[in-house]
């Protein structure tokens, strides 16, 4: 049996060497080995954002949860990356593969033969010295720069977010490797919220984190640099309770601030289905979302056709109270990108009065639940906004967000989770999106259209092994990012 000291021991030494040359990258940025920094000692933390350019990007391969073409893909896009000339020699960067606990040497050489061995050689790097049986990089925390007392310049930091479990050990690792400070969240309550999936940052450090984590948490950051500069956002309605569900931050060299913030919109995603050919839907592999959205189509077709029907008949000034509830969620869906109005006032979306009959099947019930929850959404990207504002000073400058298509199912418990793979739960890289396939060809197009408007690619990747496990691809991975180096520098 290894015990949890000769495994941290092991690690530091047989992956040192992968790590070690990290250092000569962080110019300007003093780096010491410092196991624990005291928080007396902080006089702030700043996260890393998607803006950063990335130096390492961790994943891990667990054959047993069939992820092997995901990491496979996110190795040949790096690889691209590279081979095209999109990354400069001084700023390329590496797939850290950590192992799962079952990976055998069949598998190391399984991915060398798809991958190829010299492409393995030049963008991949395996971690020997540890191994897990706990596949969500995003989760033990965040990467960023920390000012301590009496240091002139910022050091890199490892925040723990004390997840624990079977990456108990990791964070420590990564900053034995990185020769970084490792903080640790003070809060001792395990708690999901505290997660790196919870902790999202703006290039101009505006940190947007979920409800869901806990007040020790939010007090320590308001602390150590984020006083006034946290914006709050609601994620208790969702079952894993974290803001990169829904939310997420692209660099685009066209926007005011640098940035754009990429929300998830049911309303869109409904909107696209109902205007899908048949041959589209039909042609989803996976039954149950082609038969779902088979289904929708229909409803909303059907709506259309009484609408129509109602018109020719004259019946064209029917108060809002007349108007049965399919209607009323065809007129919603129409509205153009960005419309105020709202549909749905009940937060949970048990019951929807608005003038219309209550939903009355599934489908409906479906519907009504993703317009409820896409204003919900709406409302807290509306909140994230006013912060930036607030924290820039710029109250009136207008704000750059984008719609990806998402969907969204209720939980036995009540809470709720992605439906079809969740889109903007994506990897960043540099011009590169790497975004969850959501299985709908009318959303890949709106998501390619959407990304190159403002000079990004989305690369489609089969998520479903974490999918099905309620994550996407951000969940599943984490980036070591340059704290100095900007894809697009934050205006």
């Known amino acids: 049996m290894v015990t949890g000291s000769s495994r941290l021991r092991r690690a530091a030494g047989a992956a040192l060497a992968f790590f070690i040359a990290a250092g000569g990258l962080f110019s300007g940025v003093e780096a010491r080995v410092r196991n624990v920094a005291s928080p007396e000692d902080i006089e702030s933390i700043r996260f890393l954002s998607p803006n950063n350019m990335p130096i390492k990007v961790l994943v891990v391969y667990t054959p047993g949860q069939k992820n092997e073409n995901f990491v496979i893909s996110l190795i040949d896009i790096v690889a691209k990356m590279h081979e095209k000339g999109l990354v400069s020699k001084e700023d390329a960067f590496k797939v850290h593969v950590v192992p799962g606990w079952e990976m055998g040497e069949a598998d190391y050489e399984n991915i060398r033969n798809k991958v190829g061995a010299e492409r393995v050689q030049k963008y991949v790097e395996f971690n020997k010295g540890f191994t897990t049986r706990d596949m969500w990089m995003q989760d033990w925390g965040e990467v960023g720069v920390v000012k301590i007392k009496g240091q002139k310049k ?113 309303r869109l ?56 509830f399919s209607e009323a969620v065809l007129e919603y869906i129409e509205l153009p990108e960005g ?30 639940l993703n317009l409820t929850l896409g204003n919900l959404i709406d409302t807290n990207i509306k909140r994230a906004c006013e912060k930036i504002s607030e924290v820039r000073k710029d109250s009136g400058k207008p704000h750059s967000v984008l719609s990806f298509p998402a969907l969204f199912r209720k939980m036995n418990n009540g809470k709720h989770i992605a439906y079809l793979p969740g889109s903007v739960n994506q990897l960043i890289l540099n011009n590169q999106l790497i975004v969850p396939d959501p299985k709908v060809n009318s959303m890949r197009k709106h998501i390619n259209r959407t990304a190159a408007m403002i000079g990004l690619h989305a690369n489609f990747i089969d998520s479903l092994p974490y999918h099905n496990l309620q994550g996407q691809l951000h969940c599943g991975t984490n980036v070591f990012r340059h704290p100095n180096k900007y894809f697009v520098k934050p205006r």
């Open 154 to 266: 910022p050091q890199t930091v490892v925040f723990d977010s004390n997840r624990g479990r079977d990456n108990a050990e990791l964070p420590s690792i990564l900053a034995n490797f990185w020769n970084s400070y490792l903080v640790k969240n003070p809060s001792n309550a395990n708690s999901g919220g505290d997660y790196g999936g919870n902790i999202e940052v703006t290039p101009d450090n505006v940190l947007l984190i979920g409800n869901t984590s806990t007040p020790e948490l939010r007090a320590y950051l308001e602390k150590h640099g984020y006083k006034n500069r946290l914006a709050v956002l609601e994620t208790d309605w969702l079952n894993v309770g974290h803001v990169d569900e829904y939310i997420s931050v692209c660099p685009n060299q066209k926007a005011l601030r640098g940035y754009t913030l990429i929300k998830a919109n049911p």
């Open 269 to 324: 995603a409904l909107r696209l289905v109902k205007d899908a050919s048949d041959e589209e839907l039909k042609a989803i592999t996976h039954k149950e979302y082609r038969d779902a959205l088979i289904n929708v189509k229909k409803y909303l077709i059907k709506a259309e056709e009484d609408r129509a029907k109602a018109m020719k008949l004259g019946r064209t000034s029917r108060t809002a109270a007349k108007k049965p």
């Open 339 to 368: 419309s105020d109005e709202t549909l749905i006032q009940s937060r949970s979306g048990a019951t929807l009065t608005y003038g219309h009959e209550v939903a009355k099947n599934q489908v409906e019930e479906f519907i009504k």
